[in-house]
């Protein structure tokens, strides 16, 4: 068995960590900023920077959280219309009932 258990040569006949084998993609930011990573060593410097391959999840909104906990069935037509209705006429007024 070779290096990592994948034969004498390697991984398909490339030695492990070969350029060849290294595809350009994009590496985001904790900001957001995408960066594209063409070589392995760009790859790495950006990775010592703080980049990683998956972009920042965007946060969910309060009424998003508010709706979702007070219907078990996610999603559903009567969520999304109380999601609608909630961002409406705002996360802080929702839900309460008016006179």
Request: overall charge positive.
């Amino acid at each position: 068995m070779g290096p990592q258990g994948l034969g004498i040569k390697g991984n398909n006949g490339y030695s492990i960590g070969s350029p060849s084998k290294f595809k350009k993609h994009n590496m985001y930011s904790k900001e957001g900023v995408v960066e594209v990573a063409e070589t392995k060593e760009e790859h790495l410097k950006l990775k010592d920077k703080g980049y990683s391959h998956s972009s920042p999840v965007k946060k969910k909104d309060a009424c998003y959280s508010k709706v979702k906990s007070r219907y078990k069935k996610w999603p559903s037509a009567y969520a999304s219309g109380a999601l609608v209705k909630c961002r409406k006429v705002g996360a802080a007024n929702w839900g309460n009932k008016s006179k």
